[in-house]
């Protein structure tokens, strides 16, 4: 798979943790499978420097990654009028961190989709000229006009379609509501960009929607974070385009075969964010379904695969499922297996051992109940339920600080006041900056990593 990196793709190990030991009886298996790619030659997430183009030239951009840039110019963006000039200086930033090779455009979002730079519905290849033309182009960014993410979206599809086999990345800032578009055309235009490209998704300000910017980054695989003053954005925008050029193989998958009798329940990344990925299951043969996972650079994730088997008697083993990170094959063949890991079913009347709970799938059980609990406790705090919404939100409590997801307990600290973090004793706060509660919405899913 052609990448953004100029280095070799990297290479990829799954390792399982699980207890495989189950009662006389016992049908339910869990394992936490982690995936970490390395020697990809991208420094731990960070991408090599530039190259000196008078030493190594430009390359194709299908072999050096291509993204598309789409920022919002609706007329909210004129209130305060810094978030506009915010906004051109933060993709600017971001246009000046492409490596030289890596094909890019730059859209302008509003009710319509319009090309700010190249135009003509191709994309540029970054060297030091295209860059400062992009950046002329972005200083006659101005706002005006409504909201329509879908087709913004869409357009960046076509752009990005013209790079065939590059690693496709999106990133998309806006500061409003989706209002010129159904949430059923938002959808729509989700589901067709699916798989087609990657998408980071930011909302500046406090007068975006949490669950539309969430349900973009979560349908293209991507991040969503919220940038609450717009004079973070440039530091923001330039730490995600280093993300982006950091990766090097894109749709990569894992494949999760049973043998029969074998029903899956569920498959979840749950680090370094919760995704649950079950409803986008692929079918990849017999007995065998794909997962996608994104693209990927020098990082580590873990997946959290829980499956039904049929009832044994003690004594007996038996293969829950197989595990695989697989990749389309460039030259058009079958699929190549990057690495794989087994799941097993033993049946023990060894109480000890059939009762003790992984401490991999305890961890990150908890980090899956953590982010739920936080969604329902704000949920219920908009609709007036007190009570549920200090019931929940203390679990959320309890659960960050049992688990060491210090960030996650000091955005919560923002929204409730802590009288016993062991026992998830709180009370709300009388008053909650907009802010503090929107951070605290958007980051909910992020996970800290099990200590090993």
């Known amino acids: 798979m052609a990448n953004f990196s100029k280095s070799n793709v990297p290479h990829f190990s799954v390792d399982v ?11 339910e298996v869990n394992a936490i499978v982690t995936v970490t790619a390395t020697g990809g030659g991208t420094l731990g997430g960070v991408p090599h420097p530039r190259a000196d183009p008078l030493t190594q ?3 194709d951009p299908a072999a ?4 598309v840039i789409m920022v919002d110019c609706s007329g909210s963006m004129d209130y305060p009028p810094t978030k506009m000039r915010n906004a051109r200086d933060a993709t600017a930033a971001a246009v ?5 090779g890596v094909a890019f455009a730059v859209v ?10 190249p135009g003509a519905g191709r994309l540029a290849v970054a060297d030091d000229r295209t860059r400062a033309e992009a950046k002329e182009a972005l200083r006659r960014l101005s706002a005006g006009g409504g909201t329509a993410i879908g087709t913004w979206l869409r357009l960046a599809d076509g752009l990005l379609a013209t790079a065939d086999g590059a690693v496709r990345h999106g990133i998309l ?7 010129h578009e159904t949430p059923a055309d938002l959808k729509a235009a989700l589901d067709a960009c699916a798989g087609r490209f990657t998408c980071d998704a930011r909302g500046v300000g406090t007068d975006w929607e949490v669950k539309e910017v969430t349900q973009i980054a979560s349908a293209l695989l991507g991040t969503a974070d ?3 003053d717009p004079s973070g954005l440039a530091a923001d925008f330039t730490r995600m385009m280093e993300s982006a050029m950091g990766k090097e193989v894109a749709d990569v998958q894992l494949r999760l075969w049973t043998p029969v009798g074998v029903e899956i329940r569920y498959v979840k990344q749950v680090a370094p964010t919760v995704e649950d990925l079950t409803d986008r299951r692929a079918e990849a043969g017999p007995r065998a379904g794909d997962y996608p996972t994104g693209s990927w650079g020098d990082e580590s994730r873990d997946y959290h695969v829980c499956v039904r088997v049929p009832e044994a008697g003690v004594g007996q083993e038996m293969l829950a499922a197989r595990v695989s990170l697989v990749r389309p094959d460039p030259a058009g063949g079958a699929p190549q297996t990057l690495s794989q890991g087994l799941v097993r079913a033993v049946w023990t009347d060894d109480m000890a051992a059939s009762t003790s709970i992984n401490p991999q799938v305890a961890h990150y059980t908890g980090q899956a109940e953590l982010a739920q609990a936080i969604q329902q406790g704000l949920d219920a705090r908009k609709s007036g339920d007190f009570d549920g919404a200090t019931a929940k939100l203390g679990r959320a409590v309890q659960l960050a600080v049992a688990s060491g997801n210090t960030d996650t307990a000091k955005l919560l600290s923002k929204v409730v006041d802590v009288v016993d973090a062991a026992t ?16 605290l919405e958007t980051r909910s899913t992020k996970t800290v990593r099990v200590k090993k």
Not at 96 to 100: A, S
Not at 429 to 438: G, L, N, P
Request: hydrophobic letters at 35%.
């Open 17 to 27: 943790y699980q207890n495989e030991f189950l009662p006389e009886g016992g049908r």
């Open 57 to 59: 030239p430009a390359t």
């Open 64 to 67: 050096s990654g291509a993204v």
């Open 96 to 100: 000046d961190t492409l490596r030289d």
């Open 108 to 117: 302008a979002g509003t009710h319509v989709a319009k090309e700010v730079y």
């Open 173 to 179: 800032l806006t500061d409003g509501r989706n209002e």
């Open 226 to 228: 919220i940038v609450a």
């Open 424 to 439: 998830g004793t709180v009370r709300l706060k009388a008053k909650i900056a907009e802010a503090d509660e929107m951070t």
